[in-house]
């Protein structure tokens, strides 16, 4: 077949030009589509800048998948993504209270027997605070005997809080069982606490006899829960509200104790 020898051009360069001249190259789709002017733009603009350009311009940055590609089924997923995250976020806080309160039945056998007062100036002991003969002891009982009958006769321990006597949660004292139909918990006749006269006395101890780090972490505790402190009646309330803590109802107080022994036990 003989050459004619003459340059046939392509359908692009064809379309491309406005002005009857071939360019002598080959212009891409992006760059006839992308140019308003009838010239080329001598570069390939990326689909994000011909997509996002609302005038027909390019807008010079290229915006954030968010930007072009956010639909339903990706905030779906995100939502999803943020349940599963609290989901991980209340099993591990979940794991760590359970494991805070298989703490506390530890710290109640070792407390029993003890003496608060003894305990809280790092003292042995094989007596209870109620037989104790130092400084401060007798205080201590007078105060926890008023606190005790003050909250008990008004019934500041909020209902199935903990064991009116001990003050132990209902889940550990000996003294309740759980009733199966209602899954609450009833007092059992003729069965007495196994850990009597240990959570208030502590308490107790703690506040007119503690070292400042004890007391200074009660009442910033209750100063961040919007009680005064100096108020009586207020600060009883509070240490006998009910809170869900490692799958079992207990007090304030019970709380309180826990950290006490913790601290002292961490020394």
């Not at 100096?230 to 869900?244: F, I, P, S």
């Amino acid at each position: 077949m003989l050459d004619s020898g003459i340059s046939m051009p392509s359908s692009f360069e064809i379309q491309g030009s406005t002005s009857g001249k071939v360019s002598g190259r080959m212009l891409s789709s992006f760059e006839i589509q992308g140019s308003t002017s009838g010239k080329a733009s001598g570069r390939m603009p990326s689909s994000f800048e011909i997509q996002s350009a609302p005038s027909g311009k390019a807008s010079g940055r290229m915006p954030s998948s968010f930007e072009i590609q956010s639909t339903p089924s990706d905030q779906f997923q995100r939502q999803q993504v943020e349940r599963q995250q609290q989901r991980q976020r209340i099993q591990r806080q979940n794991q760590q209270e359970g494991q805070e309160v298989w703490e506390l039945e530890q710290q109640l056998e070792e407390c029993r027997g003890q003496c608060s007062l003894c305990f809280i100036k790092g003292q042995n002991s094989r007596h209870s605070i109620e037989d104790c003969i130092q400084d401060g002891a007798q205080d201590i009982r007078e105060n926890w005997k008023e606190i005790q009958t003050l909250m008990k006769e008004n019934r500041w321990f909020a209902l199935y809080s903990c064991c009116y006597d001990c003050h132990v949660p209902q889940a550990i004292c000996q003294k309740w069982a759980q009733k199966k139909e209602q899954g609450r918990w009833e007092w059992l006749k003729g069965v007495d606490c196994q850990f009597e006269g240990i959570i208030m006395p502590m308490v107790i101890t703690a506040i007119w006899e503690g070292e400042d780090w004890m007391v200074e972490m009660i009442m910033n505790w209750i100063k961040e829960s919007r009680v005064e402190v100096g108020d009586q009646e207020q600060m009883c309330r509070w240490l006998g509200q009910k809170v869900e803590w490692g799958g079992i109802e207990v007090t304030r107080l019970i709380q309180v104790f826990y950290r006490i022994v913790r601290g002292m036990q961490s020394r």
